[in-house]
Nanobody, 123 residues
Framework: QVQLVESGGGLVQAGGSLRLSCAAS????????MGWFRQAPGKEREFVAA???????YYADSVKGRFTISRDNAEITLYLQMNSLKPEDTAVYYC?????????????????WGQGTQVTVSS
């Protein structure tokens, strides 16, 4: 069964950094577009960042310049480096994978999802 497992969440002070990881169970994901989404309490899930099979990247305006998405195809692992964190970044962060290599900012285009990892930024 296909699995995506996130790790790296935690509690950090505003201005701090965290790096999230997402390990995929299928080597086929090395040719898939992957993304990060987040959901804060009482809010809808929102797009954070995505990376295509060609490593072209996309970011939400709210995280541009602070977050960096990357992938290691040899390890079939996705990363999200988060710097200059703000309290409004507090959310459960989800890793997702598409069947195709074209990245998308819409969660509806992703077929596989991880269980999520909590990120809490204190002020």
């Amino acid at each position: 069964q296909v699995q995506l497992v996130e790790s790296g969440g935690g509690l950090v002070q505003a201005g701090g950094s965290l790096r999230l990881s997402c390990a995929a169970s299928e080597r086929a994901f090395s040719s898939s577009a992957m993304g990060w989404f987040r959901q804060a309490p009482g809010k809808e899930r929102e797009f954070v960042a995505a990376i295509g099979s060609s490593s072209r990247t996309y970011y939400a305006d709210s995280v541009k310049g602070r977050f960096t998405i990357s992938r290691d195809n040899a390890e079939i692992t996705l990363y999200l480096q988060m710097n200059s964190l703000k309290p409004e970044d507090t959310a459960v962060y989800y890793c997702a994978a598409k069947i195709s290599g074209w990245a998308s900012t819409s969660g509806h285009d992703y077929s596989y999802w991880g269980q999520g990892t909590q990120v809490t930024v204190s002020s």
